[in-house]
């Protein structure tokens, strides 16, 4: 699983810091696109609190996985790679083959059999190989080391590798700057939680400026929660979540040792938050985002109920989300208007 | 319908000018969102040109027409006004509520009787009276006029007020700025056509300096295209169209005394292109925009499909759209994956 390019002592590993994440912005360049940072008045209203929405969403590739992808693809084409694999339940996957395609490497995608279609043709298009193989990392980890092996791939680890961790920081690091600029200051930043990488980089981005970091993941794939309790990466039996992004089981170690010591809350959403926080976004701020992103803003309306915290930033993680589940939800009714 | 608050010389009122809409932009300072100007490699793949998105959907209000109102009432406000009225087809009387209610005065708002409910509710939630009246631009200019006469409130005419103009001029001046800004150069603007005062004050700010000015109307609503094939406003005969806030069947005195010299083209747009730009925009996008935002995004696919020009700013008008529209358009094939 960690493969050879998490040692993170090897030579050319950038610097797991805060400093590490603002020389992969500036490694980023333009890269990625300046997504805003959007307010809602309509939203701060349902919320009782300023929301500070990262729109990563509009990001290239449809997720803020562009940013770590971009490093990492590129870091192993400078050192002459023949081509990379990578597992994902989908947007990691998606940016790997259009970061792969810019460097003019061959990559391929190993997803889950019950993947968003949406994503599995983006990945086509960026001209990538897809395999989707079982429903557990377990299963998608299997097949990766063998594609090593066999093809002499190199593994892009969607929550071990550095440059990855480093680049997802980059967008908690630009929402931060957004905020400022404004003339804000956060109170707590809210990141979902799948294998880890954003609350990781997020982690690194907020060390020692006061600014909480809250954890949202599915209350159907608790893996973050399981393992804090247990004081170690745990896999959990996952429950079916339309939070496709956020499904797998297991949390990452390198993640997990980041978050032990920096998160302060995690918050376990259920589906009916997440499908009432899509809906809220698309009909108050007239944004689509995928479920995964809506966890975010489901936990960060929690806490905001709770009082307390004035200024909550949320990491709209991505965007990329199958038209017939925007149908199904628009179709139940959207609450209070 | 003109009233005694066009008159362009009368004491007080601001100069119809580029530099009346810079005027115009300090004044409302941060009473409107920076809302940011947006790109996607989707959209601009599929129009094989760089279109740069202004995205008023995300404005106070759901629209730009929040810019003008902001300044019209609060020029009656000063004056000692007891109350505004205005009609319109959902946008500016939302606007003219918010407004009204942000300067402590009364309002009352005059509507078809075929409004798109969500406007009307959210006129309501703003406080404010709502009348609905016939489906025509005369039927509801006739209400207005006795409100002016019975109540003594003074009208907020949404394409003759010089502030409205200027202030909806403000949304393309900011997004020449935020275009300069990434270092890009527009050759053309495309903005929608009601009763004019998007394009009208597009004239204004784009006057002199070689950019395009394209106007975009439904076909089932051609009045600016008329209006220049006859020599001045006709009211024309309106079909059904999804593009509620473009249904004024007349484009109004001063837009089209500033567009007829300025407008360098009119592109007429199917409902079947306004259907398909909605979907675009939405699930290439990631952003919810109104039939009217969509009009302007196929009138610039249109263009650029004719090629020779590269860089294309589109007005994304509003995001105030009903979501049985949404779920309707979302069940129809989006066209080439």
Known sequence: MTGTNTGL???GVPQLSAAGVHEARRRLGDRV???PVVRSEELDAAAGARLWLKTENLQRGGSFKM???L?????LARAGSPGVVAQSTGNHAIAVAMAARECGMPAVLVLPVDAA???VRRIRQAGAEVL???TTLADRLAVVDELRLLRGLDVIDPYQDPDVVLGQGTATADLLDGVQAAGGRLDAVVLPVGGGSAVAGACLVTDGSGIEVVAAEPAAVPALGAALRAGRPVTVTAEPTIADGLRPDRIGQLPFDLARHR???VVAVEE???AEAMRLVLTRCRLLVEPAAATAVAAALRIAAEGGRADIGVLLSGGNVETALVTELLSEPVGTP
Chains 1, 2 share one sequence.
């Open 132 to 134: 989707q193989v079982g």
């Open 117 to 119: 279609p949406t994503k």
């Open 67 to 69: 940013r770590g992808a």
């Open 33 to 35: 696109l300046p997504t």
């Open 71 to 75: 490093l990492a693809v590129e870091r």
């Open 263 to 265: 998160v302060s809350r």
């Open 9 to 11: 002592l090897a030579e």
């Open 272 to 274: 009916s938050e997440i």
